[in-house]
């Protein structure tokens, strides 16, 4: 019989998973079939659980049983076939070590990631407009701010007055700020609240909800009802929403002399794309 040196095999075994170890495709391989696995059933402990505080022995047991078939199934030479069973044992040993800390980094709770996270918006869109028999006065703004809780189903959104331009005329701006919104005093609109339904932000389609919530305008602090399109793409919301001030539930007071050129009822778009953050 061919008289081998277990050194020589020790260091054989221990260079090919150290190479693997040091390029991460055999580690990174392993892991991931491991996860394919467990991760069902690891979703159900919560976002910072690991596989092996999740499933301690399992787990192990089944990196160590992955290693050994993998370790015995080499084929260094003949001589090595003839190893004893706890050599293999030992060898396999080498590579969990080094996966060891894998297995107990965190994993991503992927299956509600996207329900637990914040939805962004930095530069929505939104247009008002008055159709009063004498004149149709539009403007617009893309400095729409917003934020949508998709666990709580909460949302905030505010726009600076002086943002919106468009105006028939610079004249029909500075009163439109001065005299009607009188925006020194009340620089922002706001609208905040709580979206009616329950949406499952992790399936892409679109919903159309109701948005209550307080809107805020010249001062004036309104309960308001809002229906509103979502179009969940992708860990993007699309939005889309019309509605109608009355200028009068704002203490927006229009002059007589002007009350030809300016509708009582102003109507509003707003369009938005909302990312999702951490």
Aim: with cysteine.
């Amino acid at each position: 019989m061919m008289s081998v040196d277990y050194r020589i095999m020790l260091v054989k075994g221990t260079i090919i998973f150290v190479m693997s170890k040091g390029t991460d495709r055999f580690l990174k391989k392993t892991v991931s079939r491991q996860l394919k696995y467990f991760s069902v059933f690891v979703s159900s402990h919560g976002k910072n659980t690991n596989l092996v505080s999740a499933f301690p022995y399992p787990v192990m047991i089944f990196s160590w049983f992955h290693h050994f078939v993998l370790i015995s199934s080499l084929q260094f030479n003949q001589a090595m076939l003839q190893r004893p069973f706890h050599f293999f044992v030992l060898l396999s040993l080498v590579p969990f070590v080094f996966q060891y800390p894998k297995l107990c980094q965190p994993i991503p709770n992927t299956k509600n990631d996207l329900q637990d996270r914040m939805f962004r918006c930095d530069k929505g869109k939104i247009t008002i407009r008055s159709e009063a028999p004498l004149e149709t006065i539009q403007a617009s703004s893309n400095q729409l701010k917003g934020i949508i809780d998709a666990k709580q189903r909460n949302f905030a959104w505010s726009i600076e007055i002086k943002t919106l331009k468009g105006f028939n005329s610079p004249l029909q701006q500075e009163h439109f700020n001065e005299n009607y919104m009188e925006t020194t005093l009340y620089p922002t609109a706001s609208f905040t609240g709580k979206i009616i339904e329950n949406i499952n932000f992790d399936t892409d389609g679109t919903y159309n909800i109701r948005a209550k919530g307080i809107l805020e305008i010249h001062g004036v602090r309104q309960e308001r009802i809002v229906k509103v399109r979502l179009d969940v793409k992708k860990s993007n919301i699309i939005l889309h929403s019309d509605f109608t001030i009355a200028l009068e539930e704002h203490n927006i007071a229009i002059p007589r002399v002007v009350h030809q050129k300016i509708a009582t009822d102003v109507q509003v778009t707003v369009d938005a794309v909302l990312k999702a953050g951490s």
